[in-house]
């Protein structure tokens, strides 16, 4: 049989690669996505200080650095029961929100645009950022980067570094937020407001008056049907720090909702010797095998996965676009993958929203920010919602809160198994008869693209405890003592 | 003045000296300017095969960033060497290793096992791994080998310069990037940082106190103006090189290293440890002993960045040759 090999797949994070084997027609008989790395955070980090895991956790990801620091962070919460005072949870919440901005300009901009804004088709030296900058104009796209770097900016204000961040420790943060730092986030998220607004705006100029494109989104190749999960507040709409975890099925029925604690009974994963990234899927129904069947708990997490399974959002221009986007797509769930970019940027709306009313907030400028632990550690949870989808931490400890046990499930993976069903969808419905082209092999690669996965993350898991001996000399150089490390 | 070809490669990395390279912000349009970008998996479409076909020497200068955990970036490593005029060790992992270097307190079989299949989340019933080769009906799916340590790339090819930082700040990426447009470069194996210790340029009050033994981060709430070590913290100030810009100190956070030694340095955490309890007030060894104690995973500590660059680290590989 023959086949093509794509190798590396680009325009995301992290490593992949895409084989698709055709059969003597030239028609595709089936395409991978593997994933050909993995680095092992959850071995590694045994032995570990648990406080020092939202400082080697970010590791894991330096496109969502800040989505490990807060599970971990959170983790240690639930580790040392220590419940942060309000102020702690709301900087978090408002750091947090700066964090999507930057990982969704990122996304939208830097990997997904290329592909409609410059096209598909484009000579591979013009589909990238660049390449987007030169077609939509050196002013717009000055706006791009100065709405990024106003996120990472904000990040670095309450988290020390924008990227891998020092700030979440067990019982809250590290550092207060000046009033001074205040005003200057509230003045960029102002600007974010409107960034995200004009963003939806390009997106229904560029993409939704295409004919074209609209024809792509809405093609039998690029749709699927499986379980959506994201984390929801009391009122069922959209949360990226805090509440539960809402499951829906294909017809928008919730199945399941439940707390941190409660993951294990919740969600497997599945090993497959061609790859080093596992498969997690939901344990009711079960793993059937990479196929898309309401029978098998195949899931979709990040953006799309994430409105699916809210009832919407908690504030009044994201709703509203929530609105239009699911009254142009017919209603929920979608099915739709390359929505995805669409639900991307009506998050990214819905941060910039928050993340006004959060530097607004009188309490934010708090200085009690951390109750110190009194609790003796054993076990603990922490889920955040990525911007790629919901992320799993749980830590196990001795009483001394050394790491004895880590199990980190990313969101990237709970997308792996739809990934692969969308890659082989889209290979069979762009190869045909042996003829390929330069646009179809970027066109498999745009249903991979839309999800955003961060294969960093989802190959995070690395190896723990190197026994040392160290002898102090005293100033005659005689052994002194040997110290217990 | 020619453009210059530039590629930028990710091994064992987390993506985070990628974007740093994104923050350049507007100054990224300049590097655009400045070079043509023949491979940059994160942000642009060129693949392998591109790379391949570059000849000997073709590319000015490259940017690598990560650690070698398996055989695709032992590979990749030697391909950019052989096509690269500059090899640039671009962050921590490269340079010494970084966080993912902590893998080498364990082994392949270590690591594989907890992964595959003792995760309270794994269904692996068959005890399946990732294999190198695996059949499918459709042919045969390849992967790259999982390596029994992590390396840094000066230990797999020769490298030119050095910018450390986890990941690197954007000031030092410019000024790396203005020293090679303009071919203003320092003598080869320059690191591109800091001279001086990190305790050296700190704006902390220090008193010179006397401790009995240190705190763990999520014991106290320190004062934000005098010195972390000196209130009981941890802080790898002393043994680590400037440059950051003291970035965690500034969030209330002691230092972990990740800008990796000075020049005179030859083992981080050898000199951590001998700063460390040069400030300790033990006149027996007990009381020696019991302030010790209150350093909890050390070596995770002290080697935090560098464990696969580190003194104890090249004991071992000869144990083992
Ligand atoms: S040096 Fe730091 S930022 Fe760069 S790849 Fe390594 S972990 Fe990521
Ligand atoms: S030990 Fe840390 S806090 Fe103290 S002077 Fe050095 S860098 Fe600053
Ligand atoms: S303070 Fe230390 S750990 Fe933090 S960025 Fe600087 S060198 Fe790295």
Redesign the pocket.
Known sequence: MKRITIDPITRLEGHGKIEVFLDDAGNVAKAYLQIPELRGFEKFCEGRAAEEMPRIVPRICGVCPEAHHLASAKALDSLWQVDPPPAAKKLRELFYCAHFIHSHIAHFYALAAPDFVVGPGADKSQRNILGVVAKVGLETGTQVIKHRSYAQKIQAMIGG?ATHP?CGLPGGMSKPLSEEERKHIEAMAMSCVDFAKESLQIFEDVVLKNNEYVKLILSEMYQLAPYSMGLVDGNNRVNFYDGLVRVVDQKGQEVAKFASHQYPDFIAEHVESWSYLKFPYLKNPGWKGIMEDAESGILWVGPLGRLNAAEGMATPMAQKAYEKMYGALGGKPSRATLAFHWARLVELLYAAERMLELSQDPEITSTDIRRLPTAIPREGFGIVEAPRGTLYHHYQTNEQGILEKVNIVVATAHNYAAMNISVDKAAKGLVKNGELNQQALNMIEMAFRAYDPCFGCATHTMPGSLPVDIKIYNSQGEPWINLPW | MPKLNLAIYWAAACGGCDVAILDLDEKILNVAEAANIVLWPIAMDYKYQDLSLLPKDSIDVCLFNGAVRNSEQKELAEILRERSRVMVAFGSCACFGGIPGLANFSNREGILKRVYKTSPTTVNHEGILPQAETAVPEGTLTLPAFMNRVYTLNQVVDVDYYLP??PPPPDLIWTAVEAIVSGNLPPKGSVIAGTKS?CDTCQRVKEQKNLKGFVRPHEIIPDPEKCLLEQGLVC??PA?RDG?G????KANMP?????GPTGNIHDQGAKLVSALTSILQATTKEEARQAAETIVDAAGTFYRFGLPDALLQRVKRREQA
Request: aromatic share 6%; proline share 0%; net charge positive.
């Open positions: 570094k020092v | 930082g986890c990190l790898c100030g680590t950051c003291h970035r965690c100190i230092c972990r290293g990740c800008f």
